[in-house]
């Protein structure tokens, strides 16, 4: 019966779960990324007003409009829609090309930062599968 047990057991990886959650440390990066984000585009206000055609109200309305959902996407993180919920607040932000330049280009700029994001996060589940991560060894 040992020699059943131990042919079992060679079939299984030799780690188990993490012992401490990774993910929750990743949406606690995203989330205060997303309200770093909120940050700039607010700051990015004086700059729209003193550039172009200056401040609008549809361009002011569209920056604090995406601030806010920024800031409440940043409450999000734990739902399993968050990370598209994110991506589509930073295609709202290049598509802010249409409304002033200086809004698109804040857009790419954070476009940037999340790739980067999407990268780390790959990352992490990939070293994940394969126990990689410090507390899932033996």
């Not at 607010?42 to 806010?68: E, I, K």
């Not at 993180?77 to 930073?90: D, E, H, K, T, V």
Request: hydrophobic share 50%; proline share 4%.
């Amino acid at each position: 019966m040992s020699e059943s047990n131990s042919n079992s057991n060679a079939s299984e990886p030799e780690y188990g779960p993490p012992t401490k959650d990774p993910w929750k440390g990743f949406r606690g990066v995203v989330a205060g990324s997303l309200i770093l984000e909120a940050i700039v585009v607010l700051l990015a206000l004086p700059v729209v007003a003193n550039v172009g055609g200056g401040l609008t109200w549809l361009s002011g309305t569209y920056l604090v409009g995406l601030a806010v959902l920024m800031i409440l996407g940043a409450g999000l993180q734990g739902r399993s829609w968050a990370m598209a919920y994110n991506l589509l607040l930073q295609v709202a932000l290049i598509l802010g090309f249409f409304v002033n330049v200086s809004i698109g280009v804040v857009g790419v700029v954070f476009a940037i930062l999340w790739g980067y994001i999407l990268y780390f996060r790959r990352n992490v589940r990939q070293r994940m599968e394969r126990g990689l991560l410090p507390g899932q060894r033996d």
